[in-house]
């Protein structure tokens, strides 16, 4: 019991429940071969669009980026050193390595701040020498600045001694603050301030330099740096380098200017791996002066130094995560686009499907003829009912008076009982037999020779094709999609008039409220129809066995509307043995429902009420046809006639002959049927 309970509720819970819906033709799904091919297209269409996709997404070509500011009033340190950092310094003047205006120190500069407040303050001088091309070279390593470092004259600049470093870190509010000051000061020969440096130029006079500032007007600080800038968003060498030529200041002997020069941090990781929630990441850090990022006040020169360059740190901090287009994302952007291209598409797709599915439906459901029976054929069948009509009548009208007499056979045979014995009785019987029979077989020939038949096979045959040639299928044209594309308003014809009103027919049928009452009404026949044991039995109904041997085809109760539905199948003209083939199996099915048909004519004999209705449900034209065809006498009345027929129709072949009717009592029930 808690099993069954537990199966329920897990029941409850199964997402992947199949949906339970009815077929068509033996499929879940109406498919036509116009939907495959716009199918074959669209994933044409789509690897068209996406093969670049595709390799670009194998190549790594799509970068996701997401970048971050940071602020930090106590920022992380900066090392600049040969690897990574470069820069050129010179006053704007002819032979500054060799006979200088001014003198250019660098120091490294650290103030520690105290609990207290106090602040101690550490310099170290870099030393500064000629600049060389290996110096740059290093930096610009995937370029060759050997062009550029000569037409700049960089060999006359001063540049940091070999191996040297410099950390930039803090702010002013920063317990520990460092820092580098680049200064201009008064130019000195061989005196104490420039004893520890390895520059040691012989300084121009002051005739020189008063003359520089005549036609100058200023004197000119200059600092050439190497610089990068990054561009996250390409797939490889996101970084480049170059020589920033920015920085410049403007300084007289009276004021000079104090430059802050920011330096920032940029730490780019980099996810290598394209499959989703796998990560191998990479990190680069970049340090990067942005352009115009630096502040510039004018001061008073004290005499010693005449301009100031602080070189620190950016409290601003960049974090930049990139990684490449993911499987994930490609499939999203490929599913994306599909159902784009899918729903243009497919608005045209499942309109012509929709059509088709209903035409075919419509075609398989009903019957639309192309036009009334001409005048001529329709005088015929009333020449041929006559005929048969007079056949009726003279048949029972020549019918020996010993059939009337034997209607009076109670009283009759009391009498005669007392004279004749039986065997006499049965002689004359028989006679008379045989005489009705020779009768019956005397109008028939005359029948046939009025009509003009030769024998029932070629009659038949010749009735059902223009059966077959008088119905004509509904299709799609281009006049149908005008007229739905115009709201049913415009370029109707013979196609969407009859499509419409079946569709509307076939709403109709399908209608749920429609099939519970058909079902109703099944049910209420088998309680009028049936005892209770009857419905018992007919209640219990066994499973149908499915085994490996070949299902045999068994006659169909819709054979003949089968037959006319398929109609699309069969051509005016047959010219292969294909198309032959199938229009002896039209033929033949209706030798099947000719076949059936007289069986029923024998059970008619017994006052069988619910086979005169099926018969009646025929049609006017086939009963015609099929009564006609009784009357036809083979070419020998062999005993195949009088064989009973099987319900499985083994021999069903165009060239079988159907039965004809060679009995009295048979031909007698046709005047059932008509009255």
Known sequence: MQQSIAFKVFKNFDIFGQNIQLNFNGDDSYQTATGGIFSITIIAVIAFFFQQNIVDFLNKNYVNLDVQTLFDANPDDIIFNDDNYMFALAIEQNKFNTNPYFNITLKQRIYTRLNNGTIIKQDSFIDLIPCTIDRFQNIFNNQNFTDQFISLGLSEWLCPHYNYSIRLSGGYTSQIFQFTKITVSECSNYTDNNQILTWKPKCASSSDRDNHLNNDRSFRLKMYMTNTIINPLQPKNISQVFLDDELFFSFLLLTGTETDVFYQKYNVTTNQNIFPYIEDNQEQLFNIKQQGDFRVNNVQNSGSSYSALYMRRSPYTYKVKRDFQDLADLLSYLGGFANIVVMIFGFFISFYNKSQFMIELANQVYDFPIKNVSNIELQQRKEIKKTIARAKSRTI?????????????????????????????????????????????????????????????????????????????????CKYILYQLFCQRFFYDRNSILLQKAIKNINQDLDLCVIIDKVKEINLLKELLLTEDQLVLFDFAPKEVINLEVDKKLTSRNLARNTIRNFNQIQNTLNSLEEQNKSNQSINTYYKLFKAYDRMHQSLQQNDKINEKLIGKLGQEVRDIFEVSQFIQWENNRKMNSEPLDDEFQCDSVNSDPPCITSLDQFKVNLKINS
Do not use: V, W
């Open 397 to 477: 009208i020549q019918k020996p008076n010993t059939q009337y007499s034997q209607l009076q056979s109670p009283k009759y045979n009391q009498n005669q009982q007392l004279i004749i014995n039986d065997t006499t009785k049965q002689d004359e019987q028989c006679i008379t037999k045989q005489g009705e029979q020779q009768t019956f077989q005397q109008e028939q020939e005359k029948i046939i020779q009025q009509l003009g038949i030769t024998d029932r096979k070629s009659y038949l045959t010749q009735q059902i094709e223009k059966i077959l040639n008088r119905s004509c299928p509904i299709f799609f044209n």
